[in-house]
């Protein structure tokens, strides 16, 4: 592998217009808008672009395009999505997401997704959690936009193919591994190297954007894909640049016990349900009127009540059951035929005649890189956000903010293709105007190699494998679906030695040809920063909001923390920043109690 | 009990040819997938080479050839395929092999993008979703969900032979999934471009694919239709009789 790139000599240099790092949904959507531009556009993805997590997303794409209720309202479903952050997600973001949510979901149909229908020929919507009609006062709505239960993989898929049908360029199996930084702090692209043929390689660009996706596996149990390791974060922060609300990370409540693989929350939106030990339907007890469709933290707290109270299933009782037979083969061949394949291969289990054995598994990152609609990545200096030239970041790396302390159930593909089209449209105007980045020094391209470089020179050290188990144990025990400040503090001084050893990895394997061992190592390091900033953010942050439960500070406390937090990776100290109470077109939703 | 793990190893830099290496491995308590022995194996060697991403069967990473068959290593329980206590692993076949269990799929992605996999339609786009009933969607059922993992082509004597002019079970797949489609509109010109006689006429019917996919879907009972098509043209589009003058 190369060490060095040097500018004047132009070697090992390729440069566009805009630089999308990651294949999965929201940088496709970006790319796909500004292929569409003529802009010069490439994607870099570690993985072909259809093998990216947004395949794994099953039950669909929440949108207010009024099929299944004629009357239906963005504006509930906005009010929904604000009572479903716990009051923190930003309302200018969530009113733009759920106003121009239609038109997103309506091109993609456009594009050929093979959504399921109704009798009337229009898109399928069945019920997901924390969905109402009226602002919460009519009752249960039907808002999701379902492929029968593979609407993720139909909608990477689709992406895909849209853009190969307008010419992206692809940088498939390359990896990204910092980002450059000129001395005007501006950002002018990434070191990459192909994973194939070990080339490093200068991807300039006068846009950059970080759509590398979450970073699920800093758990040991993860509905996450392997590749979800935060890359795009790992990247911000090493380059100093602050990650908001990391401590916010959901739970799903059911992941296939033992496996981590998802299952559905479409399956209680069918009608299933989950029960205990005792066979009771518990979430009546919780949830009195959305019961098993509460908000998702609010399930998953649920559940681990059952458990720790002792109504558990199974030998360990340490599960729960979510309950299908009562639907009937027919609904569970047609609506949700993946989830009855998932649960045969990994529970052992015909959910037709059995119940499927769940526990809460983490599932989605709710903070990232803090960025504006348009897609723009914020720092802070003094106090006072700036906008970082040439950085932008959209989908779930991103925190712009739309799902605050808790997303709702079929917000993230929405979130994906919104933000991706905005970001899209936003850079395609900014660099035709004549925005754009100046140019970075062979000094300030050094600097990004250094990781790289270390990693190929080590001769001795820790071993990835190990490094990585202690990081994944550390994150599950303390800081899982409830959390204590004494086990937090005691998973940051364990995350303080980690990072030691992180940072001093033994590559054995310096081959170039497709070594994994290398890429592995460099994830390790991503998520290693991933899980620092969540441990101290969730610490620092006492109170209980969303998906952030704490023991310690069971109640939600407005005064103070009805805010975003900003975790500085410099200092590794947290700020915090005001959350956006001014949409453009309708009344601020003010906080309130909320319940199910 | 031990399990004999038999592993197709190639690396490029120090190999002049591919070899097998044999692990010994305890078997472990409770039936695991094929894919989590190897994360296994690859923890005490670290350069062991596959792709993986979802681990569920959705992403199409860790197509291979397991025990002679091709499969996901993902979703292959250990229980399905040992023979005895013997496993042998190898890349999928018909495809050049960069490193170990990973082959270079191009040839396979060519094949695929030109059947020109994206909807075409001549008409301008409604401002809301185009109507599609319930019963013309299922008509894309067993063909859209299909993953790119490449087990049917990699197994299809047709595809080894002529992998540059027969598209392929994939990617014959994807062209009927967008024949099938109602909202497109360009099947004449589809049909057009697959009546050579390789891009299609070269299945033979061998059913490798059918008994491969790792997704039970059917290529050949799609490639077929295709066929039928090609004879009879479709009875709304009126279809010429192309590729058999």
Known sequence: MNKVINISKKNN?????ALIVGGGGSGMRTSLELAKSGLNTAVISKVFPTRSHTVSAQGGITCAIQSADPNDDWRWHMYDTVKGSDYIGDQDAIEYMCSEGPKAVYELEHMGLPFSRFENGRIYQRPFGGQSKDFGKGGQAARTCAAADRTGHALLHTLYQNNVKEGTNFLNEWFAVDLVKNSKNEITGVIAFSIESGEVCYLKAQATVLATGGAGRIYASTTNALINTGDGL???????????????????????????????????????????????????????????LAGRDVVARSMVME?????????????VYLKLDHLGADVLNSKLPGICELSKTFAHVDPIKEPIPVVPTCHYMMGGTPTNIHGQAFSRNDGNDFMVSGLFSVGEAACVSVHGANRLGGNSLLDLVV???????????????????????????????????????????????????????CMQNYFGVFRRGEFMEKGVKELEEIREKSENLHL???????????????????????????????????????????????????????????YDPVEKKLGKRDVNFVPKEVEAFPPKMRSY | MELNV?????????????????????????????????????EDDATISYRRSCRE??????????????????????????????????????????????????????????IKPFLQSDSEPPEQERLQSPQDRDKLDGLYECILCACCSTSCPSFWWNPDKFVGPAALLQAYRFLADTRDTKKQERLEELGDPFSVYRCHGIMNCVNVCPKGLNPNKAIGEIKSMLLTGSKEDKIKVVGLE
């Open chain 1, 13 to 17: 240099i390729k440069e566009f217009d």
């Open chain 1, 234 to 292: 790992g990247m911000t922060l090493r380059a100093g640049f602050p990650a908001q609300d990391m401590e916010m990370w959901q739970f799903h409540p059911t992941g296939i016990h033992g496996a981590g693989s998802l299952v559905t929350e479409g399956c209680r939106g069918e009608g299933g349900y989950l029960i205990n030990a005792d066979g009771e339907r518990f979430m009546e007890r919780y949830a009195p009127n959305a019961k098993d």
């Open chain 1, 307 to 319: 458990i720790l109270e002792g109504r558990g299933c199974g030998p360990e009782k340490d599960h």
């Open chain 1, 419 to 473: 933000f991706g089209r905005a970001a899209g449209k936003h850079i395609n105007e900014e660099l035709k105007s004549g925005g754009g980045v100046d140019n970075a020094s062979n000094e300030d391209i050094e600097l990004a190699m250094n990781r790289l470089n270390t990693l190929n020179e080590s001769e001795s050290g820790y071993e990835v494998a190990d490094v990585k188990k202690q990081l994944q144990t």
């Open chain 1, 508 to 566: 054995k394997d310096k081959s170039i040809a497709f070594n994994t061992n290398r890429v592995e190592a460099l994830e390790l390091q991503n998520l290693l920063e991933v899980a620092e900033a969540t441990a101290i953010s969730a610490m620092m942050r006492d109170e209980s909001r969303g998906a952030h439960a704490r023991d310690d500070f069971p109640e939600r406390d407005d005064e103070n923390w009805l805010c975003h937090s900003l």
């Open chain 2, 6 to 42: 038999s592993l197709y190893r190639y690396n490029p830099e120090q190999d002049k040819f591919p070899y097998m290496k044999n692990y010994k491995v305890k078997k472990p308590e409770k039936d695991i997938m094929v894919l989590d022995l190897l994360n296994m194996l690859k």
């Open chain 2, 57 to 114: 069967g959705v992403c199409g990473s860790d197509g291979m050839n397991i025990n002679g068959k091709n499969g996901l290593a993902c979703i292959t329980p250990l229980s399905e395929v040992l023979k005895g206590n013997k496993l042998e692993l190898r890349p999928l076949p018909g495809l050049p092999v960069i490193r170990d269990l990973i082959v270079d799929m191009t040839q396979f992605y060519e094949q695929y993008e030109k």
